[in-house]
C-alpha cells in the first residue's frame, strides 16, 4: 500500500495556473504508474492525465492537453501536475493515484487514492 497525499489546490481566476503535487510513502513509489483524476458533485470521477513509472511516457484526456503537463521526481517521492489556462470547468476535486501493479503502462486499475485537493476556477 502507498499513502499518498496531494496539496496545491486552490482558487484561481480563468486563466491563471496552479501546481498540484502529490507526495507517496510505503511502497516503492518509483515502480508504479500514476494517474491524476478530477470529480464535480454528481458526476463520474474524470481522468485527467497519467505518467509511467520512469516518467518517460504521458498520456492526457483532450479535455487538458496543451494546458496541462503530468511529471514526476521520484527522488522526491512526489508527482505534479502543471495546470495552466485554467478554465472554469476545470473546477474539481482533484485525485492522485497509484498502479496496482508494478513497472505497467499504461495503466488499467489503482490500488491506492489520495485524499483530494479542490481546485476552483472563477470566471
Known amino acids: 500500500q502507498v499513502q499518498l497525499v496531494e496539496s496545491g489546490g486552490g482558487l484561481v481566476q480563468a486563466g491563471g495556473s496552479l501546481r498540484l503535487s502529490c507526495v507517496g510513502s510505503?511502497?516503492?513509489?518509483?515502480?508504479?504508474?500514476m494517474s491524476w483524476f478530477r470529480q464535480t458533485p454528481g458526476k463520474e470521477r474524470e481522468f485527467v492525465a497519467a505518467?509511467?513509472?520512469?516518467?518517460?511516457?504521458?498520456t492526457y484526456a483532450d479535455s487538458v492537453k496543451g494546458r496541462f503537463t503530468i511529471s514526476r521526481d521520484n527522488a522526491k517521492n512526489t508527482m505534479y501536475l502543471q495546470m495552466n489556462s485554467l478554465k472554469p470547468e476545470d473546477t474539481a476535486v482533484y485525485y492522485c493515484?497509484?498502479?496496482?501493479?508494478?513497472?505497467?503502462?499504461?495503466?488499467?486499475?489503482?490500488?491506492?487514492w489520495g485524499q483530494g485537493t479542490q481546485v476552483t476556477v472563477s470566471s
Open positions: 493515484a497509484a498502479d496496482q501493479l508494478v513497472r505497467r503502462w499504461p495503466v488499467y486499475d489503482y490500488a491506492d
Open positions: 505518467i509511467s513509472w520512469s516518467g518517460t511516457s504521458t
Open positions: 510505503g511502497r516503492t513509489f518509483s515502480m508504479y504508474a
